[in-house]
């Protein structure tokens, strides 16, 4: 009976119908019906092998792209975060940035109106010291009103803030002759020449020159500096009353001694009379002429005086200058130094018939 069921599977005609079913029937040979089988039996034998194994690394490819996905996720989500977190610094920082930019911009026009400000006060300031010193500029000149400077005890304070004064704007002339013309009738220039005028007046009184003598060296020191410091033609009114007050100065045997133990009196006098100004050349001779009137200091001085000393210029001052008091001057210190320059010859002779 299963055998009859089973040939009438398979013997009957593509597309056939029983009466009892819908079911289709192809026609096979026994031989190829055997092939089939087996191939069918190797492939259930085979196929959950093979399916398991490629199943089972798809699972891990699956399971470690996950994991990457996973963690690539993660590291975006983080670097987001910290993508926010600087941009929110960035404003922070943007918002700082610009307040203080305003507030720079506040403290710059503060700045600039105080600049203007203390421009303002320094010109009034530097008026009123040049007003008032000229003043006493010209008060000083009556001996009485020195003498009522030294007894008020105010005027050592008032030598030391000269001094210091008269520093302060030498040392700025190099520069500011540099970058801009120099106005000798500003009020700065006014107020440093009555300073020194002022010097000069007190040393011109007897009293005055005794306490610059002796309780004035640091000024003394400061005004020889500073005519070493100052170039040639550079604001010679004011070389010339600082000359004046070493000169005055001079008069007293002991402020004498003191200027001409000065290492750099002698070179600053030979400077000075190669300057172009004839004034300045005038008084520098002055000043040789006070040291040439000791003995004492030239003994002192002795051979100093005499090596580098400039003959041929004052010579030359005394003959050919169209100044009359500078070319008396020139003579008169030629006179001065001709025993000097006997002794010196003399002197050279016989050394030159020494034996020994």
Not at 58 to 72: G, H, I, W
Not at 110 to 118: H, K
Not at 331 to 355: I, K, M
């Amino acid at each position: 009976m299963s055998t009859t069921t089973d040939a009438k599977l398979f013997t009957s005609k593509k597309g056939e119908k029983e009466s009892g079913g819908g079911d289709g029937f192809v026609r096979l040979r026994r031989r190829d019906l055997d092939r089939l089988t087996t191939e069918v039996m190797q492939l259930r034998d085979f196929l959950p092998r093979v399916v398991n194994r490629e199943l089972l690394e798809a699972l891990n490819k699956a399971r470690s792209a996950d994991t990457v996905k996973e963690r690539l996720v993660q590291e975006q989500e983080q670097l987001r975060q910290e993508c926010q977190h600087l941009r929110s610094r960035l404003e922070a920082a943007q918002s700082e940035c610009q307040k203080e930019r305003e507030e720079k911009l506040v403290l710059r026009e503060q700045l600039w109106e105080s600049r203007e400000q203390l421009q303002q006060q320094a010109e009034f300031c530097t008026e009123l010291g040049a007003g008032a010193c000229t003043l006493l500029w010209s008060a000083s000149s009556r001996e009485e009103a020195v003498k009522d400077l030294l007894a008020d005890a105010k005027l050592q304070s008032f030598l030391g803030v000269a001094g210091q004064t008269l520093e302060s704007f030498v040392k700025s002339l190099d520069s500011e002759a540099k970058t801009q013309p120099q106005d000798y009738n500003s009020h700065e220039h006014q107020f440093v020449l009555a300073l020194a005028g002022v010097i000069t007046n007190v040393a011109a009184v007897t009293s005055g020159r005794d306490f610059l003598s002796s309780s004035a060296h640091i000024l003394l020191d400061t005004l020889m500096q500073l005519l070493e410091l100052m170039k040639p033609g550079v604001f010679p009114k004011l070389k010339v009353l600082m000359l004046m007050s070493l000169y005055n100065v001079s008069i007293s045997v002991k402020g004498l001694k003191y200027i001409s133990e000065s290492p750099g009196l002698l070179p600053l006098l030979w400077n000075l009379l190669e300057d172009g100004d004839q004034e300045v050349v005038l008084h520098g001779l002055r000043l040789l002429q006070s040291l040439l009137l000791e003995e004492e200091v030239v003994a002192m001085l002795g051979p100093a005086l005499l090596e580098p000393l400039p003959l041929e210029r004052i010579r030359q001052l005394g003959s050919s200058s169209q100044h009359t008091s500078l070319r008396q001057t020139a003579l008169e210190t030629l006179e001065d130094l001709e025993p000097l320059l006997t002794a010196s010859r003399q002197h050279h002779t016989y050394n030159g018939y020494w034996v020994t």
